[in-house]
């Protein structure tokens, strides 16, 4: 994104429920999007990831596991 960015130190803490980097700022929110993010992703046995540069914005990476189609239970191989 191209927001005001999250300072270094902050980084371990957005993915914690209820934590706001800046709860200073007018937006609604509880602190609860990237917690929920980060357990979709652990859930699949995958991660979610920021980089951020204070003044500039930040970016999220969202990483999956690759499954082949053999991984897949058998009730659901007919909806892939």
């Given amino acids: ?3 005001v960015g999250i300072p270094e ?3 371990p803490l957005i993915f914690e429920r209820f934590y ?3 709860p200073s700022r007018s937006e609604g929110g509880v602190g609860l999007g990237l917690s929920i993010a980060r ?3 652990e859930s699949h046995g995958g991660q979610i990831r920021a980089q951020s540069t204070p003044g500039t914005g930040s970016t ?3 990483l999956l596991p ?3 189609r053999t991984s897949i239970p058998e009730r659901l ?3 892939v």
Wanted: net charge positive; hydrophobic share 35%; charged share 40%.
């Fill in 77 to 79: 191989k007919r909806l």
């Fill in 1 to 3: 994104d191209t927001g």
């Fill in 9 to 11: 130190d902050q980084l």
């Fill in 39 to 41: 357990q979709i992703a």
């Fill in 60 to 62: 999220f990476t969202l």
């Fill in 66 to 68: 690759k499954r082949s």
């Fill in 20 to 22: 706001r980097a800046d």
